[in-house]
């Protein structure tokens, strides 16, 4: 009884271990993908994530032949969605399309995964660089003009941004601190009502993000860019870092991530297969038509600048002090 009992033990685990060499079998480089894909972004629909994440999608599926869905699953600061594909199959069918904030959250607030452990990082779709505007009524035209109007007026003047922990919260909260300014911090729900606040004369200054604020940008006094090369179509602009400025070397972007514990072939391919859409000249015309730099790199260089700027957004939570509440 007890051999026939070991026995069927050793079957049923050389059967279970064939099931899972056939799985994996299955992910190869050769036949993935043999299903459905499923792209989900971890914010409402109809922003930049949501249509730079069906334009790849559509890419990927006219080429794959195999059908790529977008899925908006928003909530919580986009921790839903990425909890999802965090605790999700390692099978390379379940895709997070996401931003910048997945790592700008790590000082912020207790994540139910780990942005820098839990996730096999494909490519950056694309970057947003930010500008710092200033209210179009004001007396100033340069940076080093603002910080001196600033000093001159302790207490007078403000920053706005997109919402506590967002980048222009960040951004504006390490310009305070870089210049000993005493800038007031004022969130906003949107880059709607920062723009007319800002227009209005209620707000002083505001970090905006090039691609969603790019048509608006004309009407504000521009002050620096963030990033290290000034921008092709702000070329009158100089990057902060060239006023002196640090730690305003990250950019915004938005990318694409499988599980960490998704087979090193799937991920390769993924991100291969990333990268040709992004070469291609009609996706990269629709990037830049955003305001946007389209990005394209491998899973190493973007795995670098993930943990770049999470050390970078750590040390400005930790300088300013900033919590969320």
Do not use: C
Request: proline share 8%; no cysteine.
């Amino acid at each position: 009884m007890q051999k026939f009992t070991r026995r069927l033990a050793l079957t049923t685990l050389s059967s279970l271990a064939l099931l899972g060499a056939g799985h994996a079998l299955a992910q190869t480089p050769n036949t993935y993908p043999n299903q459905p894909i499923k792209f989900i972004v971890p914010y409402p629909a109809g922003g930049a994530t949501d249509a730079l994440a069906r334009m790849v999608a559509q890419k990927m599926q006219d080429n794959w032949q195999q059908s790529v869905v977008v899925e908006n699953k928003s909530g919580a600061g986009g921790t839903i969605g990425a909890n999802q594909v965090a605790k999700g199959p390692a099978d390379g069918y379940t895709v997070l399309f996401s931003i910048v904030a997945l790592v700008q959250q790590i000082p912020l607030m207790k994540l139910p995964y780990d942005p820098l452990k839990d996730f096999a990082p494909i490519s950056r779709v694309a970057i947003s660089p930010s500008v710092l505007a200033a209210a179009p009524n004001l007396p100033i035209n340069t940076l080093p003009e603002f910080i001196k109007m600033v000093k001159a007026e302790p207490g007078k003047h403000s920053i706005g941004s997109y919402g506590p922990g967002t980048s222009a919260h960040l951004q504006g909260a390490l310009l305070n601190t870089q210049t000993g300014l005493d800038l007031m911090h004022v969130p906003y729900q949107g880059g709607a009502p920062l723009v007319t606040a800002m227009m209005g004369g209620q707000l002083s200054s505001a970090f905006l993000d090039a691609g969603s604020s790019k048509q608006h940008l004309p009407k504000f006094k521009l002050l620096g860019v963030t990033g290290t090369e000034r921008l092709s179509w702000l070329p009158n602009v100089p990057t902060l870092k060239e006023q002196g400025l640090n730690s305003y070397e990250p950019m915004g972007w938005f990318g694409l991530f499988l599980p960490a514990a998704t087979p090193k072939a799937v991920v390769d391919k993924f991100s291969a297969e990333t990268q040709r859409i992004l070469k291609l000249p009609e996706v990269r015309e629709k990037i830049e038509a955003m305001g946007l730099i389209p990005g394209g790199e491998t899973t190493e260089s973007f795995a670098k600048v993930m943990k770049s700027d999470a050390e970078v957004y750590a040390r400005i939570v930790r300088d300013a002090k900033i919590t969320l509440n």
